[in-house]
């Protein structure tokens, strides 16, 4: 059996745009990826480097998208070997 890719979203608590992003990723990842959501307020490091620019949704080593969902983009990222 194959292993579960990983797609990370960056993140933040009160972020109405992180929680709608994940409202609709969650369905689509569901049984095809395993989904980490980071909370760049725990880390000095992730609040410099994302600022106020959340979500981010990175897989693979690369940013798939950020404020909203690309649907589509994401299928792509899915269909990678």
Same mark, same amino acid.
């Given at each position: 059996?194959?292993?579960l ?6 993140s &933040? ?5 992180c929680?709608d992003?994940l ?7 569901r ?5 980490l959501?980071?909370d ?6 992730l ?5 106020? &620019?959340?979500?981010?949704v990175?897989?693979s080593g &690369?940013?798939l998208?950020?404020?909203h ?13």
């Amino acid at each position: 059996m194959t292993e579960l890719k990983t797609l990370t979203v960056y993140s &933040r608590r009160g972020c109405h745009l992180c929680e709608d992003l994940l409202g609709e990723l969650e369905p689509l990842l569901r049984g095809r990826a395993r989904l980490l959501v980071v909370d760049i307020d725990a880390s000095a490091e992730l609040r410099e480097e994302y600022g106020q &620019r959340v979500p981010v949704v990175s897989g693979s080593g &690369r940013d798939l998208c950020q404020y909203h969902l690309d649907r589509q983009g994401i299928l792509a990222w899915l269909a990678e070997d």
